[in-house]
């Protein structure tokens, strides 16, 4: 079982940029693919961006490609999403997730958090 909880939402202007971390319970973190996704109101939940266990391969929606960046810290269990140059579309809950898997690209999490708010004004 993993608990993960997501931190570091707010409301920002456009351009601003935002760090939101995901923190995780339990000693197989490392073992983890993490990912983003957000969800904004009255829209399907949208994938961002995943990572490997180890860090070393990323996969990034177009939607946030060059604007978000995913990385990990195994040591602290804690997965990072640095996004910059927000825009008023951006806005959404944030979710992160976690798959016992190294495979980078899968349909399927097994664990959630309950998501942060992210609130870009124009």
């Known amino acids: 079982q993993v608990q993960l909880v997501e931190s570091g939402g707010g409301l920002v202007q456009a351009g601003d940029s935002l760090r939101l971390s995901c923190s995780a319970s339990?000693?197989?973190?490392?073992?983890?693919?993490m990912g983003w996704f957000r969800q904004a109101p009255g829209k399907e939940r949208e994938f961002l961006v995943s990572?490997?266990?180890?860090?070393?391969?990323?996969n990034y929606a177009d939607s946030v490609k060059g604007r978000f960046t995913i990385s990990r810290d195994n040591a602290k269990n804690t997965v990072y999403l640095q996004m910059n140059s927000l825009k008023p579309e951006d806005t959404a809950v944030y979710y992160c997730?976690?798959?016992?898997?190294?495979?980078?690209?899968?349909?399927?999490?097994?664990?959630w958090g309950q998501g942060t708010q992210v609130t870009v004004s124009s």
């Open positions: 997730a976690a798959a016992p898997t190294t495979i980078l690209r899968i349909k399927t999490y097994d664990y």
């Open positions: 339990g000693r197989t973190f490392s073992t983890y693919t």
């Open positions: 990572i490997t266990s180890n860090g070393g391969r990323t």
